[in-house]
């Protein structure tokens, strides 16, 4: 069960990772696809999904430390906290943008934090 956790983890880490890319350095082009917006509304909000991209690779190096620190425990702690703050980051977003953020954020991190507890 820890290697499905691993695992599981690993992809919502990859998924941030990809979600920080879209709100950065690929909105203007991507992002704009990804999040279904209009090319007048780039520029409007083009500072704002910056920083909401910075707050998600947070989110992400929380995870990276998970997997990278030498010490088992803190590695653990750190998996956990940065999976528990991604699953509430999701359901704030179903709630107050689209409803798919829970299913791309909230479940698979879930999904992970139960494997964790199990494993």
């Not at 709100?23 to 704009?32: A, I, M, Q, S, Y």
């Not at 991209?53 to 929380?62: D, E, P, S």
């Not at 590695?75 to 359901?91: D, K």
């Not at 179903?94 to 909230?106: E, G, H, K, P, S």
Request: net charge positive; proline share 3%.
């Amino acid at each position: 069960m820890l290697l499905v956790a691993k695992i599981l983890a690993g992809l919502v880490l990859a998924i941030h990772v990809y979600i920080v890319l879209l709100e950065t350095v690929l909105f203007k082009t991507r992002g704009r696809k990804v999040f279904g917006l209009r090319k007048e509304q780039v520029a409007t909000l083009a500072p704002a999904m910056s920083n909401q991209g910075c707050y998600n690779g947070f989110l992400a190096a929380a995870l990276a430390v998970g997997f990278l620190h030498p010490d088992a425990a803190v590695g653990h702690a750190f998996t956990v906290f940065g999976l528990a703050c991604v699953a509430v980051a999701g359901i704030w977003g179903a709630l107050t943008v689209q409803m798919r953020i829970l299913y791309v954020q909230t479940v698979p991190a879930a999904l992970a934090l139960g494997a964790l507890f199990l494993a």
